[in-house]
Each structure stands twice: as C-alpha cells, then as structure tokens.
C-alpha cells in the first residue's frame, strides 16, 4: 500500500536563507518504539533552527540532509509504537522533537513519548508550541544554573534579563518574578511597557547609554544575569555584578567560553556560566500547567500557515521577534 503522503517544508543543503527552504510531500513518519505520532497544531520557531540551516552546528547537526527543520511542537496523537504506555490517541500533547531529526514544519510529525507531555484544553497548540526550547532554557537558567526557588522560598536575588522581549526573556522575566527576585531587563524602547506588564521591575532601553552599560536605575548589583541577547562583552557585566554575580550566558561563543575558563581556573567569585539546554518532560510539564493557571503567558508574535513558512524563518532571523513565532500546518 503507498504510504500516506503530507505537506512538510524542509531543506536539502547549509545555507540559503529562507530562499533554501523546499515545500515538499513526504510519507508521514511512522512512530517506532516508545514514539507517539503527532498531527500538528501548531510548532515554534527558535534562532537554533535557523542556526542549524546555516552550518554553525554543523559537527553535530544536521544528522542528515534533506532535512525538515523545527523541534517545538503541539498537535494531536494519532499513533503510539510500541511501548508507549502514557498516551493514547486523540489525545493533546505539546514535546520537543530530537534536533537531531527535526520534523516540526510538517503536517506530521514523530516525538518521543519521555518528550510529550499532556496539554489541558486551556492552553491553546500555539501557546504550549512556544514553550519548549524557550520555556525550558529560561527554566533551566533561572533554576538550575541560576539557583532560583520558583515557589518564592529562596532568599531575594537580583536578577537582569537581557532581550526580554524575545522568546525565551519574555519567559525568563515572568518566571524568575515567581521567585523572590528584583528584575531588571533590558529591550527595545517599544517593548517597555510589554517588559514591565510581564513583571519585571525595571526597563532599560538596550540603545541608551545606561542600557548598553546595563546599568540598574536604582544601583542595584546583579546576582545572576539571564543573558538572552548576545555580543555583550564581559567587561560590561563585571562591574554591575554583585561580590558573588553570575552570568548565565545562553549564546556562548569563543570569548564567553575563554572568560569561562579563566574564571573557573582563577578561583574567581563572579563567574561566567555557559548554558546548554537539556529538556525533561517533567519541567515542560511544570511551564504547560503555569500557562493553564494563567501564571505564565506565552507572548506570540507572529503566526504563519505552513505554505508560509518562509516568511516565519526570515523573520526569525531578522532576530527582532517579540516573543514567539509560531507555524500553523
Ligand atoms: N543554550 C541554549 O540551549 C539556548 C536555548 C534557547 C536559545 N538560545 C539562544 O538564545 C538567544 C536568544 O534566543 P531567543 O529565542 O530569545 O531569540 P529571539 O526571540 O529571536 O530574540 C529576539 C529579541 O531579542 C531582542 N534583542 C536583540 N538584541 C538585543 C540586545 N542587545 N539587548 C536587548 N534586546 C535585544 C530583540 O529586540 P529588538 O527587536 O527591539 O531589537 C527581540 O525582541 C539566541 O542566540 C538563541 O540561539 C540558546
């Protein structure tokens, strides 16, 4: 029997932009063992899948070409592999796909079953689509290489997000206010007010002078800085760090890894922390339900139709999204 055939968008080369990317039918993936397939709501874009396209990762990913790029992804079981014990057809899910094998800007697409997770009707497939590389990167951030309490319990900590008006700081503002934090974040003048209505305390317009010395407006030193933007050098962090500050550097490249080393080597108090995403399904649980309690709010900027997808890639890496940019197939 010929395999089903669905609409996917996908590139066969590095390189090319939005111009590389390819409407393509593909058989619809099959799930394997203890893999659920998904019909697709809705799937999230992040700058690593345009960074992928480009070869900046190209040691590792991707695996192989052609290639249908996108790892965030909210949709329909409409088949669990073998082994598959927690879900069943029908039901409504939202997982992070392997960035190894991509998949997300399909009509289909394969997940893990230890990478799903149930999506309650409150929360819509666009808003948990956001979630997963974002919400689980400013988790990750805040909690385990920031040392935020989310229940409020740990001891005041002041916090700077750079980029909070991107993906994944406008969850970083929101979440790190569950704790007992002072947040200052940095963004565009046009997004002040969208900043503050997250929560955070205090804005800096990243093109002023105090913002591009990341300068609290009320003195404060930072205990832990979420840095979602990039090109920031170390010498603008040290002196607004307090005595034991950290740097929590998603973007890190050669020199955020050079001064990493040498502060580790030096014994330094104030320290640069790389960070690299490791999902668990338990933490993309924990952001779903906050989104169904209206404590976290997914902030989209843009939605696109599959046939469009390469207006959603451009504009992600134009790199002046506020919040997410979402790909409905
Ligand atoms: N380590 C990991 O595992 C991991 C995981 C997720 C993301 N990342 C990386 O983290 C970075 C951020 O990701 P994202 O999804 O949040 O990106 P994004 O949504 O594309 O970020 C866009 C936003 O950043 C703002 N922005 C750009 N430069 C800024 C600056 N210097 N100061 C303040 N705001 C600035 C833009 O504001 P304007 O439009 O006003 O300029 C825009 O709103 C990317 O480099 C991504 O690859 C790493």
């Known amino acids: 029997m010929a395999a089903k055939l669905m609409h996917a968008v996908q590139y066969d080369k590095y390189g090319g932009g939005a111009d590389g990317l390819k409407h393509v039918e593909v058989p619809v993936p099959a799930p394997k063992n203890n893999e659920v397939s998904l019909k697709l709501e809705a799937t999230s874009l992040n700058p690593v899948d345009w960074k992928i396209q480009k070869g900046m990762l190209r040691l590792f990913l991707p695996r192989k070409f052609p290639y249908i790029p996108a790892t965030d992804v909210a949709g329909e079981v409409v088949e669990v592999g073998p082994g598959v014990k927690n879900f069943k057809t029908g039901e409504k899910v939202v997982a992070i796909l392997s960035h190894l094998n991509g998949g997300g800007l399909a009509e289909y697409a394969v997940a893990k079953d230890s990478l799903t997770v149930a999506r309650p009707p409150e929360v819509s497939a666009a808003e948990a689509a956001g979630l997963p590389v974002a919400g689980l990167t400013a988790h990750q951030a805040l909690t385990q290489s920031a040392g935020i309490k989310l229940d409020g319990s740990g001891k005041q900590a002041n916090i700077l997000i750079t980029a909070a008006s991107g993906g994944v700081g406008h969850y970083a503002v929101q979440l790190a206010k569950l704790g007992n934090t002072h947040v200052t974040a940095t963004c565009g003048a046009r997004n002040i007010e ?29 205990d832990a800085v979420i840095h979602c933007a990039t090109g920031i050098p170390w010498s603008t962090f040290e002196p607004n760090l307090s005595e034991n500050g950290k740097v ?36 993309l649980s924990y952001l779903v339900n906050l989104v169904k309690e209206g404590k976290l709010k997914t902030l989209i900027d843009s939605k696109h139709s599959l046939s469009q997808a390469k207006d959603a890639w451009a504009k992600s890496i134009d790199g002046h999204a506020t919040g997410k940019i979402i790909v409905e197939p």
Do not use: C, H, R, W
């Open 194 to 222: 969208l900043v503050k209505s997250f929560g955070a305390d205090e804005v800096l317009d990243y093109k002023t002078p105090d913002g591009t010395a990341l300068k609290s407006p009320s003195g404060k030193k930072y």
């Open 248 to 283: 929590i550097d998603i973007t890190p490249g050669p020199s955020a890894m050079l001064t990493y080393a040498i502060k580790k080597l030096t014994l330094s108090k104030k320290q640069l922390v790389p960070l690299l995403l490791i999902p668990k399904a338990e933490n």
